[in-house]
């Protein structure tokens, strides 16, 4: 193996330590494919770029501290996605030809990813704004003026 593929190595199992340590069950970290930077599923596998167009902006020790940060996000996935519902949903979907292709499923998941993060972004703006977070707060509001 030569000195990168090495190095390499050792940085995924330094990742799979710190994963193992967030989600609280044995982890791995392997190569993501398909030029993805990152991503998880159901099961016991994070996975992370080891070359990325991002990377080429930026040196080998930002790299590997995005690296590093990619790890820990999907690693939050694993403690708080519910995969089973995910998976139950995309099902459904399929069945009824809502998703028909790959292309369709992949889309699906970074929406549905998206829409969770817009939502824990409305909710601390929320609390520090004092604006109501749900339209049932909102109709609340409204009904008392």
Same mark, same amino acid.
């Given at each position: 193996m030569d000195k990168e593929t090495v190095r390499w190595e050792a940085e995924k199992n330094m990742y799979s330590g710190i994963v193992t340590?967030? *989600?609280? @069950?044995?982890?791995?970290? +392997?190569e993501a494919e398909d030029?993805?930077?990152g991503y998880t599923k159901a099961?016991?596998?994070v996975y992370v770029a080891r070359q990325h167009p991002l990377f080429q902006m930026i040196?080998?020790?930002e790299a590997a501290? +995005? @690296?590093y940060g *990619?790890? *820990?996000h999907e690693a +939050?996935?694993?403690?708080? &996605?519910n995969f089973s519902y995910m998976q139950c949903s995309i099902s459904a +979907?399929? @069945? &009824?030809k809502l998703l028909k292709t790959e292309l369709d499923i992949r889309m699906y998941r970074m929406f549905v990813n998206l829409a969770h993060r817009l939502r824990r972004w409305v909710i601390r703006s929320a609390k520090f704004t004092n604006c109501p977070v749900t339209f049932r707060e909102a109709a609340a509001i409204q009904s008392r003026k």
């Open positions: 340590g967030i *989600v609280g @069950r044995e982890m791995h970290v +392997l030029g993805e930077l099961g016991n596998t040196d080998e020790k501290t +995005l @690296r *990619v790890c *820990v +939050l996935h694993q403690v708080f &996605t +979907l399929s @069945r &009824t």
